[in-house]
Nanobody, 128 residues
Framework: QVQLVESGGGLVQTGGSLRLSCAASGRTFSSYAMGWFRQALGKEREFVAAISYGGANTYYADSVKDRFTISRDNVQNTLYLQMNSLKPEDTAVYSC?????????????????????WGQGTQVTVSS
């Protein structure tokens, strides 16, 4: 079992920055891959970024590449998402997720069905 709790969301102006955190507990954090997803009101859940168990490999959606950075601290059992140059279209509920069956990233890492455990989400609102 893995428990995930996100924090760090809020209201920010266009061009601003936020850092999301996801605190994990339960199964050994350093043993599985992690991801961030988002869901805007009235839209489907969307892949944002993923990271391998040790942090050496990362993968981003084209829409956030070069603006967002995913990272993890396996001592603090925490996943991060640094979001820079935010745009109104980044407004969504952001959720972290654990792919507890895999250590490495693969072709399935962008699909929410690959992840077994989810946090409750944190709202990010970018004003224009």
């Amino acid at each position: 079992q893995v428990q995930l709790v996100e924090s760090g969301g809020g209201l920010v102006q266009t061009g601003g920055s936020l850092r999301l955190s996801c605190a994990a507990s339960g199964r050994t954090f350093s043993s599985y891959a992690m991801g961030w997803f988002r869901q805007a009101l009235g839209k489907e859940r969307e892949f944002v970024a993923a990271i391998s168990y040790g942090g050496a490999n990362t993968y981003y959606a084209d829409s956030v590449k070069d603006r967002f950075t995913i990272s993890r601290d396996n001592v603090q059992n925490t996943l991060y998402l640094q979001m820079n140059s935010l745009k109104p279209e980044d407004t969504a509920v952001y959720s972290c997720a654990a792919d507890a069956t895999k250590r490495l990233l693969g072709s399935g890492s962008r699909y929410y069905t690959s992840y077994e455990y989810w946090g409750q989400g944190t709202q990010v609102t970018v004003s224009s």
